[in-house]
């Protein structure tokens, strides 16, 4: 089982624009010759602050304010501080906005290092996929003269190898059920791809024709402005998930249709189909729907970010777990390194 620590997501429907810059395109300088101030007008601009936060504390019963409250009160703060402290925070203002600018460059320069190091690592991912699946077989595996024919007739590649390195993450194992199990048998390739603005990445499920369904792959892309950020709570823009093409309605595995007795008007009796949700892997690729938050109470946006949660959880599993270890997750190496981590954290503490 996995005992990584899962990360919180935060999510919104509408995100912020990019980082804003003056008119000239570049970070503003802070002012020459700033004010110098005398003790006692530090000791006047301390009264002032104290004066400022002992009025906004006096209205902490006030629940009925909202964002444009909220703007008011922080020009409200600043218009009460004396001239010399309100140019020391515009300074610092300032020099946040060059602090922006720094990490927008950092986290492009990240994006395209990512990329390269991708790109170098995937023919060892294409490589590892034909090993999987047997693709190789014929020419490498072929009898020896010690060892009967009979005994390779069926070894072709590692089979329920995706099957295995799953099960061995507790997060993803508690959604496969026994059904799911053995269509994930039929899985030939998980990978992952970030994109190329670094504000995101898509899963791929690769699948081998099957009797379940039609589709060759299975995406999940998730939109996080915040990824390269490493110390930062997730902030999910978008997620988006695909549909499943169910051969039979008998092979979902996602719902099932059950026949139920409803009595009409005239007290007539007739059979009923309806269709019933099952525990299923598969609802994956079904992500949660974001809704209008004002249309919802606390408790309802508690559960929907919750819900985000365990998706982004799952999702980061196999995104940096899963998909650059597999071998590792398969063989349960992986496991006990996780295991061995948290133990000597214990110690530690």
């Not at 009409?264 to 079904?286: A, D, M, P, W």
């Not at 999702?315 to 063989?331: C, D, E, N, Y």
Request: proline letters at 6%; glycine letters at 6%.
């Amino acid at each position: 089982r996995d005992h990584h620590t899962s990360q919180d997501v935060s999510f919104s429907n509408i995100m912020s624009g990019p980082i804003e810059q003056n008119s000239s395109g570049g970070p503003t300088s802070p002012p020459e010759n700033p004010p110098e101030i005398t003790t006692q007008e530090e000791q006047e601009a301390l009264a002032s602050i104290q004066q400022v936060i002992g009025d906004d504390d006096s209205d902490d019963g006030n629940d009925d304010g909202d964002d444009d409250d909220d703007d008011d009160e922080e020009e409200d703060f600043l218009a009460e501080l004396p001239p010399c402290i309100r140019g020391r925070v515009d300074q610092l203002k300032e020099l946040n906005v060059k602090r922006d600018d720094f990490m927008e460059g950092y986290l492009k320069e990240r994006a395209a290092l990512e990329q390269k190091y991708h790109a170098l690592c995937q023919p060892l991912f294409e490589q590892r996929k034909v090993i999987i699946n047997g693709e190789g077989d014929k020419e490498e595996n072929q009898p020896t003269d010690d060892e009967p024919e009979n005994e390779n007739e069926e070894s072709t590649g590692i089979p329920e190898f995706w099957n295995v390195a799953m099960s061995n993450i507790e997060t993803i194992d508690d959604l496969v059920t026994e059904r799911d199990a053995e269509c994930l048998n039929f899985l030939e390739d998980i990978t992952c791809q970030d994109l190329p603005s670094g504000l995101g990445f898509t899963l791929n499920f690769h699948f081998k024709p099957n009797p379940y369904f039609s589709n060759s792959l299975l995406t999940k892309r998730y939109d996080v402005p915040n990824l390269m950020l490493v110390d930062d709570e997730p902030i999910l823009k978008n997620v988006t998930g695909c549909e499943i093409d169910w051969k039979d309605p008998d092979m979902c595995l996602m719902h099932r249709v059950v026949s139920k007795k409803q009595r009409n008007k005239k007290g007539q009796i007739r059979q009923v189909k309806k269709k019933e949700r099952t525990e299923s892997f598969f609802h994956f690729f079904s992500p949660p729907k974001l809704p209008e938050l004002a249309d919802i109470d606390e408790e309802e946006a508690e559960a929907i970010e919750e819900a985000f949660d365990h998706d982004y959880d799952v999702a980061q599993q196999f995104r940096s777990h899963i998909v650059p270890k597999a071998v590792l997750w398969f063989t349960g190496e992986a496991m006990h390194d996780a295991l061995d981590g948290v133990f000597a954290e214990g110690e530690d503490t």
